[in-house]
């Protein structure tokens, strides 16, 4: 059995004075020059497409390990000042793979068959569909005289502004009764058991963003502000037509989905109160109860230790494939995860693929609790789903977001359905109120985040938005879509700017992924249901495919069709059923 909690990284390399960081360093700088030269040599079209698309995996490989190496130390240790040199370092290459990256759009988009040359190499028949997606990236490229002055600039500006505002995140500390303690400890407390430090933390929490509302109202302005440029020189209508763009996902997907998710607000709103019932309101449920346990009288949740987790796990994953199951002990035992809170580790949990080696690392905080072993399956679902693209190059693991998120909901599914079987009717109502809470979030919340950064990228065409403007959004966002589930004199107007998700320049719109994550791993979960263990190739089949086609002909390999409403709600009835449950238990158990 594993006694080391922490992960392995030595498979990458054996430290930060390992001379083989500066050997794969200096080769990775050659191949993009070589690459570079390459595509300007007027070669044979076929010859150079093969030749150059060999030299990006390799690129990839070398960025990946290196990139790795840094990012994942960091993760587990934020102070280690050897492996931020390293990032910075990236960072600043990352400028000239960029523009090589674009350089290559650019070929394929002015060759004019490009669909004859694919069939006449094996090797590119394999990278077929990105190929095709370059030569569509093609007419999103900016000028080439601007590019490299323009990828400059942003790290002065949009990732300089967000890093600003991970640093204001990180240092803003909170007056909590009369002792100062960090941001993440004070939003923790929303999950206490005492009622009071969850309203103290909350109220602490609100007072303590005056000190920073400021720089990270420019950092999100500028930040927007830089993404309306960047869209006049990528050529795109809208800065959502480039979040889809990017995502493999086309507006009527994204319009159904919403559809159905509108119609379910007033489901969900029934839970949110019945809940805010339970815990004294009558109002709606207030902003800092959202996240406060509930449990029937009497009942004790149970605590895990970690090789209890762990062996859940393989149990409940062997049911569907032993094959997982055997994964997963594998992940364990290898150290593929980084398993306890430490001071200097990340908050969270992640995971990230180790493409070259078939492996995985993944990060969590585990304390004990089921939410925790469910975190632990999450993360392990997104190893699965890089075990299932292992051997295709590493272009096709691309994965969408919308996609992204597949394997790791179908893990957490799976495990709750397993224990809501085994549960009596005390335990159901914890399962059942545990589930809809973290639902809500990525339904009803991720929903008020879209509405909120639509309103401030139109702002933002106008003026920059001042402090009161962004608080003014934030507010009608969530009256749109919490209404009456939340005590409309008790919400979180300062939501943009605890939320990191709004601070990217390459990356707005980081939210409608997780509604679609969620609801597509339901549906993918309900045809598992119908079909039984005939499934199970075509659900591996499914993750190897991610990468490799548009979302929607992805969903339709294995019968889903994304562009039509009654899918979603065939996914949203599935939360129904368990919100009328929830309140009919706790009726029965909370008087």
Known sequence: MCKDWTWDLSVLYRGFDDPQIEKDFAALQNLVADAKTQLNAGKDALETLEAVTDAFENIRKLSSALGSFASLTLAADASNEAAQQLMDRLMNFSVQSSVLYAALSRYIGELPDLDSLIEKSEKLKKIAFYLRRKKADAAHEMAPEIEEWMMRMSLSGGEAFANLRDKLDATLTVDYRGTQIPLAAARAKAYDPDPQVRKDAYEAELASYAKIEIPMAACLNGIKGESLTLIEAEHFDSILDQSLFNSNMDRATLDAMWTAIREALP????????????????????????????????????????????????????????????????????????????????????????????????????????????TLAHELGHAWHNRCMAGLPACMTNAPMPLAETASIFNETLLANAAMSAADKKERLTLLEGNLMETTQTIVDIYSRFLFESWVIETRKDHTLSVAELKELMLKAQEESYGNGLDPDIRHPYMWACKSHYYSVGFAFYNFPYAFGQLFGVGVYAQYKAQGASFVPKYNQLLRSCGSGMVADVAASVGIDVRSVDFWRSSLDVYKKQIEEFIALADELMA
């Not at 009497?298 to 055997?326: H, N």
């Not at 980084?338 to 993944?362: I, N, T």
């Open 267 to 374: 489901e969900f709103r029934k839970y949110l109160r019945k809940k805010g019932e339970i815990l004294g309101h009558k109002n709606g449920l207030p902003f800092y109860d959202l996240f406060a346990p509930i449990a029937a009288p009497g009942y004790v949740p149970p605590s895990f230790t970690i090789e209890e987790a762990r062996q859940k796990l393989i149990a409940e994953m062997s049911k569907f494939t032993p094959d997982m199951g055997k994964f997963i002990d594998h992940a364990f035992e290898d150290r593929w995860i980084d398993v306890f809170p430490r001071e200097g580790k990340g908050g969270g949990a992640f995971c990230a693929e180790l493409h070259a080696l078939d492996q995985s690392r993944v990060l969590t905080n585990f304390a004990g609790s089921f939410s925790d072993v469910s």
